[in-house]
């Protein structure tokens, strides 16, 4: 029988016989059929459940099915979990669940020395030690000296715990990722619970297996209680999160609500056209299963027919939507400058991977920033913005879908790979008290037609007179001819193309007058500034405070408006005498604070397919301050 007690905080303290720390991070990995992402998943749903904050990294192979057993074919899913507010999955975990010998090989190099390891001894057979590349088996060689290992028989005590349901030997081995998840729960006091409802949902119809999962679940549990593994049993007490309702989102999904959100907002109706494409494909997957909310989506033949069917939304009056990665933007160049031409609200979600050509389709990078602002033919100037976390991609959707119409603009927002599918704790907003997107047009719809010219301006923003098709007396010639100031027409005048280029360039440099400016972290002046953007958000906030903690004064800013830059941003860099940019590339935001503002920044540039390590980060960020 257990105790708890109370502590200062009113929190409950750890049972007796558990140690209690503030984090925990946790990797699986397995092959690719072995359910490393339904277990992680369910992990991360129990800790939400528990109440810790919390942050996930999927990270799986671009290969359908690669070779079972094969170091191609590994797949991962890491969280990290802690009793107080976290920004990253962790760089290293402290538990590494390794299903297989290719398992191991892929990421012991990441657990620390006297990690705790969980490996599946049943998956060490000489045909998996060779796809491995192992000369000998590790769990008996000693090669493993220094790291904690429990080594179960996950397959063989899986498949016993289902043996008297008639399942197939292959239906019989797939649970062996439940009973690992049974086992972490005994390990992290998490409770089964909720994997237990998610088992009845999801599998309800197969009673069958249903119940072998049910089963594996409990015998991996019961393997933790029974074996002597008293050291390994870890509690980490619930976070103190401010009060609301809370959901697991990952950023895609957080699209998905920021796009119907917006529609409802603007009171417009959505159109939705892609073409599939790993990140962005979950967008429009979960987007088509929502049409009685008045969505409407069309899957493409190509990236070109997908922004050209949302082109043609924009210009029809409906709030126009594409969303592809960085192949599909090159792809989409052309018809993204016909609605620069024509100035249209499109909004463009740009899920970045690694590349180039199709790179790395799993893997995350930041490197489309130089491409969709200037990926294009002629001066061709758009909105850019870009979100910080899995659940500011939803208000970065409303506020692309705000400029985009204030503005008469397209706007590109940036997410990527490690966005897309990390998840973390969301407080759901009270959709009341979010702000009306205003769409311009609908007040021109009442304008007098004899007065109608479709390029006449509002002297604020300078976004053109918009009204959708079939207005009477309001016909106007739409295409990518370059426009004549006023009436539209097409127009090769020198003196009319130079006017009507900086207006389009003049236009865009002031919504910088509608948003806010750049905050700064930290003080106002000093010797050294951390610059990011992006994706790169938890880490480098992490990374500044761990310097922080280590006596290094210093500041953060964080850009999510990357065209226009907010107006102070050349204030904020020419206020340190050191600006240092973290990215995921080789320094394409440096290169442009570099241009346009004269300051000497450096940067910190990895491109490794993975998020930055904070840890490592942090090493720079010191070295930088003690240069």
Request: net charge negative.
């Amino acid at each position: 029988m257990t105790t708890t007690s109370t502590q200062a905080d009113g929190s409950a303290s750890a049972p007796a016989g558990i140690q209690e720390r503030d984090r925990v991070t946790v990797r699986f990995a397995g092959d690719s059929g072995d359910g490393m992402q339904l277990a992680g998943n369910r992990f991360a749903d129990a800790t939400a459940v528990f109440g810790n904050d919390f942050s996930t990294l999927p990270d799986f192979p671009a290969e359908i099915r690669a070779p079972a057993g094969s170091l191609a074919g590994v797949s991962s899913f890491q969280i990290s979990f802690s009793k107080h507010l976290i920004y990253t999955p962790g760089d290293e975990p402290d538990t590494l669940v390794a299903m297989n010998p290719a398992a191991l090989s892929s990421h012991l190099s990441a657990l620390a020395k006297g990690g705790l390891l969980v490996v599946n001894e049943d998956a060490f057979t000489s045909g998996n030690l060779k796809k491995a590349n192992y000369p000998s088996n590790p769990l008996t060689d000693g090669s493993l000296e220094g790291y904690r290992i429990i080594k179960a028989p996950i397959t063989t005590a899986a498949i016993a715990a289902v043996d008297d349901l008639g399942l197939t030997t292959q239906n019989a081995e797939r649970t062996k990722n439940f009973f690992a998840l049974g086992l972490v729960y005994w390990l992290y006091d998490r409770n089964l619970e909720p994997t237990l409802e998610w088992i009845e949902e999801r599998f309800g119809r197969l009673p069958n297996i249903a119940e072998a999962n049910r089963r594996a679940l409990y015998a991996g549990h019961a393997y933790g209680e029974t074996t002597e593994l008293a050291d390994a049993h870890v509690r980490v007490p619930p976070a103190v999160l401010k009060p609301g309702e809370y959901r697991t989102i990952t950023g895609n999904q957080a699209l998905v609500l920021g796009l119907i959100t917006a529609a409802h907002l603007s009171d417009l109706e959505l159109f939705y056209g892609s073409y599939p494409i790993t990140p962005a494909s979950d967008v429009l997957v979960e987007l088509a299963a929502l049409r009685e909310y008045g969505v409407r989506t069309f899957q493409a033949e190509d990236e070109i027919s997908a922004i050209g069917t949302a082109i043609g939304a924009a210009y029809g009056g409906g709030l126009g939507v594409t969303g592809t990665s960085g192949p599909g933007i090159a792809l989409k160049s052309e018809a993204l400058n016909l609605a620069v031409m024509t100035e249209l609200p499109l909004i463009v979600l740009d899920v970045q991977r690694s590349g180039p050509s199709t790179g790395m389709p799993t893997k995350t990078e930041q490197t489309d920033l130089l491409q969709v602002m200037f990926g294009r033919n002629g001066e061709s100037p758009l909105c850019v913005l870009a979100a910080k976390s899995p659940g500011d991609c939803f208000y970065m959707v409303l506020e692309a879908v705000r400029l985009a119409h204030k503005f008469a603009t397209p706007v590109v927002l940036l997410s990527d790979t490690y966005l897309a599918n990390t998840a973390e704790p969301w407080p759901v907003p009270d959709i009341n008290q979010l702000d009306l997107i205003e769409v311009p047009y609908r007040r021109n719809e009442l304008a007098d037609a004899e007065d109608f010219q479709p390029y006449a301006r509002d002297p604020e923003t300078l976004a053109r007179m918009f009204v959708p098709p079939g207005q009477p007396g309001m016909q106007h010639r739409i295409g990518g001819l370059e426009k004549s100031d006023i009436s539209g027409d097409v127009a090769y005048t020198p003196e009319n193309h130079q006017r009507m280029t900086d207006l389009r360039g003049e236009k865009i440099q002031r919504i910088a007058n509608f948003i806010p400016e750049l905050e700064v972290d930290g003080p106002e002046s000093g010797d050294l500034l951390v610059l990011s953007w992006g994706s790169t958000y938890g880490a480098v906030f992490t990374a500044v405070n761990e310097a922080r903690d280590a006596g290094y004064e210093l500041a953060h800013a964080h850009l999510q408006y990357l065209n226009p830059f907010p107006r102070n941003l050349g204030d904020v860099v020419s206020s340190y005498q050191k600006v240092l940019i973290p990215e995921a590339n080789t320094g394409q935001l440096r290169m442009l604070v570099r241009a346009q503002f004269l300051v000497d920044a450096q940067g910190y540039n990895e491109v490794t397919g993975q998020p930055l390590s904070a840890r490592l980060l942090t090493e720079r960020i010191v070295q930088y301050a003690n240069e």
